[in-house]
């Protein structure tokens, strides 16, 4: 792992996480949120216990800093699976904001839900949430006409798409009645202006 993707897994705990005083703090989760009973930064107790467990025992020891650490690199790594969605490693290293925002939707909506997303971005015929060879081919070729910055609109553009479609738990899809509609669209907006940075 390289320090600008350690620094996107930072981006996230930042995005993720509660802070109190500067430190990061254990959530105690709603009971219809679906992620179990707490998380650190997004990392919750359900889908992620192991490590969920780790960081609520550094932080009730004071280690703010080391929990944060050690969320940043957990969710880099977590998320490091984008990568094989582009062409070859240069062209992930070349498009970095794009790589930013498929690690941020990695996180938020899975492994599966970042590829569907990239799909629907790029306007692919078959939506199944794998990126094969032609999902792969086509991304190449957006990249290069219409170029970076209207893929990068398109995917951001696609996560909309995504909540409003393809709900992952099956329930009724996501839209403005949804209370955590408001903190989406913030999520998405932040997440592609921060991804520029990476640029």
């Known amino acids: 792992m390289t320090p600008?993707?350690?620094?996107?897994?930072r981006e996230i705990?930042?995005?993720?996480g509660r802070y109190k005083d500067g430190n990061l703090q254990v959530y105690t989760l709603p009971a219809d949120d679906g992620g179990g009973a707490y998380e650190i930064a997004g990392i919750n107790d359900r889908y992620h216990p192991q490590k969920a467990s780790e960081l609520r025992g550094l932080i009730e020891q004071g280690q703010y800093k080391e929990a944060e650490d050690a969320a940043a690199a957990y969710i880099e790594e977590y998320t490091r699976p984008v990568l094989n969605f582009f062409p070859s490693p240069e062209v992930a290293e070349a498009n970095a904001p794009i790589e930013f925002v498929l690690r941020d939707s990695c996180f938020n909506r899975g492994l599966?839900?970042?590829a569907t997303i990239l799909q629907h971005a790029l306007g692919m015929e078959q939506v199944d949430g794998v990126v094969g060879p032609a999902t792969q081919a086509e991304f190449a070729r957006q990249l290069a006409d219409p170029g970076p910055d209207a893929v990068l609109e398109a995917i951001t553009g696609a996560r909309e798409?995504?909540?409003?479609?393809s709900y992952p738990w099956k329930r009724s899809a996501r839209d403005e009645k949804s209370k955590f509609w408001k903190g989406l669209e913030n999520r998405w907006a932040k997440a592609h202006s921060k991804g520029q940075n990476f640029a």
Do not use: L, Q
């Open 4 to 9: 600008k993707r350690i620094e996107m897994g």
């Open 13 to 16: 705990v930042r995005f993720e």
């Open 112 to 114: 599966k839900g970042a």
């Open 161 to 165: 798409t995504y909540e409003r479609n």
